[in-house]
């Protein structure tokens, strides 16, 4: 019995050291590779592996997803790439019409109240080179930088803006002005397009001989910068001279009613080149002598 046992534990013994040997041999001859090579664990994709372990685990790259297409960089247009691409209003040229809009009465200066709280020196009228101490007193309220006493350009200017304008000056001074209602082509309506006069050039035209139309428009750019195709006489200067041919508010009653163009206001175009065309053939052109530099020389 004794002799049995131990011949098993030999046997034993034998066949662990022939497996053993045979283990070791095996392992020599195999290539390092092999050996090497990690075992490849199937992890769903998303989840987390957790803490590194032992085995080099190797997850499967989904098929859509490319390494350097999620590593590229988003271009981002500028401002200016993107308007060029997708241009906007901005961008765009702003639409612009050759032709003038039509006169209507809006065409004719609003009224333009003074200031209610003006000085009497300021709510004085002055004649043009006025002197005396009440043009000092004006001047001081003025403050102006010179202070001499005398209703120069300066002074004048100076007042009148301080009146609200030439147009408040005018119609202040002159309230028969700007009370007439701006003459339609036929019985109309403000509002439905037919208040269209013919234009500055159009009418010199008719009221002027052909030998002196290059005059006269001449004369009505260096008077007020009217230009042929202008609808409309609406400026005022400093002088209070009104329109295209610039006509001296003082006077227009007076001239007006001669020429035959009685309750015209001179903000009206028609009856503007008519006076003037009257003026012009009954007196001459001196009366646009101030300006007589700048139309000899065109």
């Known amino acids: 019995m004794t002799v049995n046992l131990r011949l098993r534990v030999l046997a034993g013994l034998l066949l662990s ?48 997803a490319s390494p350097a297409a999620t590593t590229r960089p988003i271009a981002i247009p500028t401002p200016m790439e993107a308007s060029a691409e ?3 209003n901005i961008d765009r040229p702003v639409p612009t019409t050759t032709s003038p809009p039509p006169i209507t ?27 005396g101490p009440h043009v000092v007193t004006l001047q ?24 609200g304008g030439p147009t408040a000056v005018l119609y202040r001074n002159y309230p028969e002005i700007g009370r007439t209602p701006t003459p339609c082509s036929h019985g109309c309506i403000p509002g439905d397009e037919h208040y269209e ?43 209070l001279a009104v329109g295209w041919f610039q006509h001296l508010a003082k006077y227009w009653q007076e001239r007006s009613e001669k020429a035959g163009w009685k309750d015209y206001d001179p903000f009206n175009g028609r009856a503007n080149v008519a006076v003037a ?10 009366h646009w002598n101030p300006s007589r530099t700048c139309w000899e020389a065109l």
């Open 197 to 239: 006069l013919p234009t500055l050039g159009a009418l010199i035209n008719e009221y002027f001989l052909p030998e002196d139309r290059a005059l006269a428009r001449k004369i009505a750019f260096c008077e007020s910068s009217g230009q042929t195709h202008d609808i409309g006489s609406a400026e005022v200067s400093d002088a």
């Open 140 to 163: 001081m309220e003025l403050g102006m930088r010179s202070v001499d006493g005398v209703y120069g350009p300066n002074t004048r200017k100076a007042h009148i803006n301080a009146l």
């Open 86 to 88: 997708h241009p906007t």
């Open 277 to 286: 065309a009257w003026l012009y053939y009954s007196s001459g052109v001196h």
């Open 105 to 131: 009465r809006a065409s004719v200066p609003p009224r333009i109240d003074p200031p209610v709280n003006s000085s009497i020196a300021v709510e004085r009228q002055y004649g043009y080179y006025d002197k």
């Open 17 to 64: 050291a022939i497996w053993i040997t045979v283990n070791i041999a095996f392992a020599d001859a195999a290539p390092p590779s092999v050996l090497a090579q990690p075992v490849v664990v199937a992890t769903p994709v998303g989840l987390s592996s957790g803490p590194p372990s032992t085995l080099a685990i190797q997850r499967p790259t989904p098929v859509h």
